[in-house]
């Protein structure tokens, strides 16, 4: 059973660019959670969606940030117009239909880079 | 407000020392789950451990043990016999159901650095 998958791993953007990050969850999830890393920080809570739903977008920032998670194929995280100040990982996690609730945890993609030049 | 705090951001043992890494956390729910995660080099989030909080017993995995006190709002990481591969940001966190919906709440992490 694969885990949770993340491309691309490393994506370089000059600002103003777009940039596109994709998460597939595991086999049988269908919550899936983004979360944002700056350097030598903890994780930002980005977003929660659930299949076709967004459930809580309260750490998104409001302009040039948005989310989706189709009833088939993975999330994406997308950032328009990049700043330099994008520059981060971002992780992906997902647990199952039930939610965590069962077990508590969430399943971590291994992040996207973004670098924005 | 709910919160996490890990007051120790480095620490550093000999290797098979035992290190102790604090968290203590706000929060005015009764039912929550605690998590500590592994953070190597690699950046991968690794779960280390699980406790849920109406279980008075502390969990334990292999060399990993927590100590949780409630009524305190504390739960520390217990390393014993630390290995050169422990090496790692360790990330404090509960999660909460709350709006609906799971919030999972971070510390800023403790980087841990075990010495040959």
């Known amino acids: 059973n694969a885990g949770v998958m993340q491309n691309p791993r490393h994506l370089v953007r000059r600002r103003g660019q777009e940039a596109r990050l994709r998460c597939s969850p595991m086999?049988?999830?269908?919550?899936v959670y983004w979360y944002r890393q700056l350097p030598e920080e903890g994780l930002k809570f980005m977003v929660y969606l659930q299949k076709e739903n967004i459930i809580d977008e309260s750490g998104m920032p409001k302009e040039r940030f948005s989310a989706e998670f189709p009833k088939e194929g993975p999330s994406i995280l997308r950032i328009q117009q990049v700043v330099r100040g994008d520059s981060a990982a971002y992780f992906c996690a997902s647990s199952p239909y039930s939610g965590p609730r069962d077990t508590g945890e969430l399943f971590f993609g291994e992040g996207s880079r973004l670098t924005v030049l | 407000a709910q919160t996490v705090t890990q007051s120790q951001p480095e620490m550093s043992v000999q290797e098979a020392e035992t290190v102790t890494l604090s968290c203590t956390y706000d929060t005015s729910e009764n039912n929550y789950y605690l998590f500590w995660y592994k953070q190597p080099p690699s950046r991968q989030m690794i779960l280390v451990i699980r406790q849920e909080a109406y279980k008075q017993q502390n969990a334990t995995e292999n060399r990993f043990s927590v100590n949780f006190q409630k009524a305190a709002k504390s739960f520390s990481l217990k390393i014993s016999d630390s290995q050169l591969g422990d090496t790692a940001m360790y990330f404090c966190a509960f999660m909460i159901y709350m709006d609906s919906n799971y919030q999972l709440i971070w510390g800023a992490g403790t980087k841990l650095i075990i010495k040959p």
């Open positions: 086999k049988g999830h269908s919550h």
